[in-house]
């Protein structure tokens, strides 16, 4: 593409942090990254639907900007 972006490729270039959950089944593992709000959506969902969901962690405005990959 010349001189046009995505939302998507947009907030890529955006500082936000990013929430890692990793799943494992059977022989398969997968990671899933999405901000926090996705996941308090989907937890949201989850307690509508299933009547609970597991804790959130809090959220932290400030200091968690760092460019960590673990």
């Not at 955006?14 to 937890?43: A, H």
């Amino acid at each position: 593409m010349h001189g046009s972006r995505s939302s998507s490729d947009i907030q890529l270039l955006l500082p936000f942090t990013v929430y890692v959950v990793t799943v494992k089944k059977g022989g398969q593992q997968w990671s899933v990254y999405r901000r926090y709000r996705e996941w308090e959506e989907l937890r949201i969902k989850l307690i509508q639907q299933l009547g609970s969901a597991p804790p959130m962690p809090p959220k932290q405005l400030f200091g968690r900007m760092r460019p960590e990959v673990c």
